[in-house]
């Protein structure tokens, strides 16, 4: 039977993976081993099988002993490992949902419904090497990958508005300190219906300026606020996490000719989902009505969403998608600059289909390569 070892599912984006994999019974088939950085001699998680004490997850002679493994540790955990682990002859596959080796030649960013004709490529060639994408691209793919497949995309910007939960669980958690402390800071005068609402206004902000306003996460307010800036700088004035759009949407897609993706990236006070307006250039004048039917029928998980206040206002949101897989677009219209040019808005789950659902779901797809060979 197939060997399974799965390191880092305690984390956010692991912690989301096993539950989908208990939701969907995928716990049987293999003999599943789970592996520790900190815990090691520890019970293993419960999901369902007999499973051996937490192993070492530096230890590279068990790790060698896996047909496949899965990763939600972190890039610092695959470069430290992985290197050695290939060194020391290993010809597993290696399913990683940290960004260390999604760049790599000889790895694969995987996200099925839209580009399972890559991953059997690659499978039938003998990549072993499969690699979660980045968060707002994966979600963005999901959302629009159907229209990049029928070549109706020239050029995308996408602007993004991202949810805490892309930086990290104590990043989240810093974010509902900072609600606490702007809620007390307007505590009485919200108590006081003849208050004045400036004199609100500036208790707030001033509490958002303090000194002791917990901002050790973030750098900066994130409550009441927003931060146009996340991950490093890169010397073209982007952030890497801007290049990301350009770079992986290409390589996910196969695209030997890259399809021009620029943008701006924007954490915005949400615990999770991030939300994207893409504007498109469109290779033509694509009808609206055939645009839509693109859209809607590209996958079992997209849903579009009428370009209504009411419609909006109930479906387009992080408050209405967080926790589920429905990835909804709206706000379809063509603007003012000409026909050929498209804006959208869409939103998803960061932790699901901008994480978690991906990994899942190619662990279902290398087991049944390796056991249908």
Known sequence: MLKVGFIGWRGMVGSVLMDRMKAENDFNGFDALFASTSQVGQAAPDVGLETPPLQDAFDIKILSDMDIIVTCQGGGYTKKVYPDLRAAGWKGYWLDAASALRMDPDSII??????????????????????????????????????????????????????????????????????????????????????????????????????????????????????PWIDSPLESGQTREEWKGFAETNKILGNATPIPIDGICVRIGTMRCHSQALTIKLTRDVPIHEIESVIADANDWVKLVPNTKEDTLKYLSPAAVSGGLEIPVGRIRKLNTGPEFLSLFTVGDQLLWGAAEPIRRILKIVIGHLTAG
């Open 110 to 227: 995987v996200l099925d419904p839209v580009n399972r004709d890559v991953i059997d490529q690659g499978l039938a060639d003998g990549v072993k090497n499969y690699i979660g994408g980045n968060c707002t691209v994966s979600l963005m793919l999901m959302a629009i990958g159907s229209l990049f497949k029928k070549g109706y995309i020239e050029w995308l910007t996408s602007m993004t508005y991202q949810a805490s939960s892309g930086a990290g669980a104590n990043n989240m958690r810093e974010l509902i300190r900072q609600m606490t402390a702007l809620g007390a800071a307007g505590k009485d005068l919200l108590a006081d219906p003849a208050s004045s609402i400036l004199d609100l206004d500036r208790n707030v902000t001033h509490a958002m300026r303090a000194e002791d306003f917990p901002r050790e996460n973030f750098g900066a307010a994130l409550a009441g606020s927003l931060i």
